[in-house]
């Protein structure tokens, strides 16, 4: 019952910053936990980030933690991810995901995920 389209990638040197942006359909994101995971190149996909929808509490991979800032916007019906000090094991296929479940606790695992973007391509270069 969600539609889920990002948008915000691009080529950045090392060091740089970019704003994803993931905008839904359909249902509030207010009503989803929500997140954030990337795939690169011939690797699995990976969390980065989630955002409770009880609460909404962060959590984060330890490889972004204090570079990466996730957030909602219910006015805009949007969610966000700031990255900052990006580095190029950051280059991947960033995808925008909502969970149907209530929790206090940020979703790190993709199954319990029920929607997902197409994704957004963002490279960092050295």
């Known amino acids: 019952q969600v539609q889920l389209v990002e948008s915000g990638g691009g080529l950045v040197e090392a060091g740089g910053s970019l704003r994803l942006a993931c905008a839904a359909s359909g249902r509030t994101v207010n009503a989803y936990a929500m997140g954030w995971f990337r795939r690169a190149p011939g690797k699995e996909r990976e969390f980065v980030a989630a955002?409770?929808?009880?609460?909404?509490?962060?959590g984060y991979a330890d490889s972004v933690k204090g570079r990466f800032t996730i957030s909602r916007s219910n006015a805009e019906n949007s969610v966000y991810l700031q990255m900052n000090s990006l580095n190029p094991d950051d280059t991947a296929v960033y995808y925008c995901?909502?969970?149907?479940?209530?929790?206090?606790?940020?979703?790190?695992?993709?199954?319990?995920?029920?929607?997902w973007g197409q994704g957004t391509q963002v490279t960092v270069s050295s």
């Open positions: 955002i409770t929808n009880g609460g909404g509490r962060t």
């Open positions: 995901t909502a969970a149907t479940s209530f929790t206090y606790t940020p979703v790190r695992r993709p199954a319990e995920y029920d929607y």
